[in-house]
């Protein structure tokens, strides 16, 4: 049996207070350096940063990508010299984007898109998430309207159509030459300005012109470009139908081979009214025989310039016409024309013409000057078959003659007949 240690007795007071621990051990002086206090706080700092990066990464990417607020496509104009702020402010009030323009701000930032917002019209789609807003705008994917400009207007007329359609911007400083302008189709962006929309037809037509003038016939009596757009212009104004602009071609071309005059009808108008391009009433007889430069029942050969715009087809039609003698051709009364080699077939259309015509007299007005008769060539001018004169016809009332397509109004044909403007 061990003996134990005797234990000293304690006294009472001793026994009430705390029993003493140990102090910790003190930090050692690696753990007290500057540096790992320094680098332990970069390491928490890297760390908080990675984790906020992380949130914002994720929030931004489901802003970016979560689907808009619009409900069907809309078309939006962002005015020029407008900042990111107005731009979200336009996009907000468009509905475009959410009520929150900071987060549109923010990602136009976080996508390096600052500078490259471009101002324009443009078109979004329906639930366009917040990178197709951006995207749109920053490509300048602007909305392209379609401006058609139809065949056969004059140059005022053309000016006039542009001056009115309120998508161009500016004014055009010089009338453009008769027909140097193409008609067509075309596409701009709103604010275009009107004078880029004139030399954009310009370059058209040129470009056009050279390319069907290198196609051309060797039978076609013209020398130069010009003339050709000048006889393609009559081919225009006297017929809008796509299966007669070739044989229509074919009577003025064999008239100018065998030196006839044209007698056209819309000479005469563009003689006296110009670029204004319609005239409004029938032609009196009077005006078949008064001196213009334009007047092809009394000049010879082709009128100084065009008398429109004609367009493409009409243009090849006149530089590659039909191989046909036909030298005539009247209104048949169904909106087309019939066609003749002779003056005296062409009579007989012309009173086919005429039969037409005065069953629809009760629906006109008798004018103050009576027009000139459907004749298949001015009064008193050689039967160009025969050489002989033909005898002077009565007169006719003035009838409504079948009107042609929108701004082909007053073309006829080479006979003298009443044209209804």
């Known amino acids: 049996m061990s003996e134990r240690s005797p234990i000293s007795p304690r006294s009472p007071r001793a026994a009430l207070e705390p029993e003493q621990v140990p102090p910790p051990p003190k930090r050692s002086d690696v753990a007290r350096s500057p540096l790992v206090v320094f680098g332990n706080a970069v390491i928490t700092f890297v760390i ?30 962002i005015p020029t010299r407008a900042g990111k702020g107005d731009i979200a402010e336009v996009l907000q009030r468009e509905g475009v984007i959410d009520a929150n323009r900071w987060v549109f701000l923010g990602a136009v930032f976080a996508l390096k898109a600052s500078q490259d917002l471009k101002p324009g019209e443009y078109l979004f789609q329906k639930n366009a998430n917040l990178r197709d807003v951006i995207g749109t705008i920053v490509d300048g994917k602007v909305v392209q309207h379609s401006v058609t400009i139809p065949e056969g ?113 819309p000479t005469i108008i563009y003689g006296l009214v110009g670029g204004k391009g319609t005239l409004g009433r029938p032609i009196k007889r009077s005006e078949i025989q008064q001196p213009s430069p334009y007047n092809t029942y009394v000049v010879d050969g082709l009128p100084p310039g065009p008398i429109a715009n004609p367009g493409r087809a009409s243009l090849e039609a006149t530089a590659n016409p ?36 005065k ?43 079948p009107r042609t397509p929108p701004a082909r109004q007053g073309a006829a044909a080479p006979s003298g007949a009443p044209v209804a403007q």
């Not at 990464?57 to 979560?66: F, S, T």
């Open 48 to 77: 908080l940063v990675m984790l906020a990066t992380g949130g914002v990464y994720v929030y931004g990417k489901q802003a970016l990508e979560a689907p808009g607020p619009l409900s069907d496509d809309k078309i939006v104009n």
């Open 153 to 265: 207007l004059t140059s005022e007329q053309i000016v006039s159509r542009l001056s009115d359609n309120d998508i161009f911007t500016g004014s055009i400083r010089e009338m453009p030459r008769e027909g140097t302008l193409l008609p067509e189709t075309y596409k701009f962006p709103r604010g275009t300005p009107r004078e880029q929309v004139i030399q954009r037809m310009q370059r058209e037509q040129k470009r056009v012109l050279a390319e069907i003038w290198d196609r051309r016939s060797g039978d076609v009596p013209v020398k130069t470009p010009e003339q050709l757009v000048t006889l393609a212009s009559i081919v225009e104004k006297e017929t809008g139908r796509a299966d007669e602009r070739s044989r229509v071609a074919a009577v003025f071309t064999n008239r100018l081979q065998r030196k006839m005059k044209l007698q056209s009808d």
């Open 322 to 357: 039909a191989r046909t003698r036909d030298l005539f051709f009247v209104a048949d009364g169904t909106g087309a024309h019939a066609f003749t080699e002779t003056y005296d077939a062409h009579q007989k259309n012309v009173a086919k013409l005429r039969a037409i015509e």
């Open 359 to 401: 069953a629809a007299q009760n629906d006109t007005v008798e004018p103050a000057e009576e027009p000139a008769p459907a004749a298949a060539i001015a009064p008193g001018e050689a039967n160009p078959a025969t050489g002989a004169t033909p005898p002077r016809q009565a007169p006719a009332k003035q009838q409504q003659r």
